[in-house]
């Protein structure tokens, strides 16, 4: 498999995974997009082994096999796109390795007592995506990458809630259920009660005022890596609008974005 083709297999996987993602990416430079892609396709591998059906100890030797197979390229798509693209970038090893970190931390934390915990979590599987891809971008601000990265893990948090559970996992934490009166019941049964209304408030708040911090990150950038990432943002920020707007009764899926809207938050961005 040629570099070419390595790219192209992960833009696909991109545009057919992570379409959100994809329309963020979209206004790159090609360098530069082919390279996002690759970081995503590595992100995608690591969740779909820790979210898959394998025994856990099988799902264990290969999240550690992934982590091994970092300083050299393999032989499918999304080792050799991400081998050249660390050539021309400066992706650093911790990030790819954080993410590992997160995966691993999937199988054997299902709860978090309270939200420095799930801080923590976020931080590895999304704050070093941040991370990894501000490389990319040509920045130096980590910190705010990471910040960015953790806001819009603490949105799919709220976004994922019945998809979470299903796999058997609580993400939001159990100091904050039990303030609020929320109960894993509450979860399982689909009641979007008003304590679960209130709750989940609370949570979007929190992610907004990550988001905002994060946000502090375009400054630092030229001006097509900045509509990349202010787009990625406003989808992110027009999901949580529409679970607000659906009184976070996120138990039959999360919401979707037309085409249409997708395209008026990259067109605002351009704007901008």
Known sequence: MTTDQ??????????RRARNFAYGI??????????????????RRVDDVADGELPVEEKRLQLEQLRAALPSPGGDAMSIALADARSRFPIPDRALHALVDGGLQ???ETRYAHFEELRDYCTKVAGAVGVACVAVY??????????????????????????DWELGRV?????????????EDD??????????RALLTFQAERARVYLQDGLGLLGSLDGRSALCVSTFAGLYRATL???????FDVFDGPPHLSAL??????????RR
């Open 6 to 15: 390595a790219y192209a297999e992960v833009e696909r996987l991109t545009r």
């Open 26 to 43: 979209m206004v790159l430079p090609r360098e530069k997009r082919r390279a996002i892609a690759a970081i995503y396709a590595f992100a």
């Open 106 to 108: 999937d199988l054997d």
């Open 138 to 163: 040509g920045s130096d601000d980590v910190e705010r990458a990471e910040t960015l990265g953790i806001a819009l893990q603490l949105i799919n948090i709220i976004r994922d809630v019945r998809e």
């Open 171 to 183: 993400y939001l934490p159990q100091d904050e259920l039990a303030s609020f009166g929320v109960t």
């Open 187 to 196: 979860i399982a049964d689909g009641r979007a009660t008003d304590a679960w």
């Open 241 to 247: 609008e529409r679970i607000e707007a659906r009184g």
């Open 261 to 270: 809207t997708k395209l008026r938050i990259v067109g605002e961005g351009l």
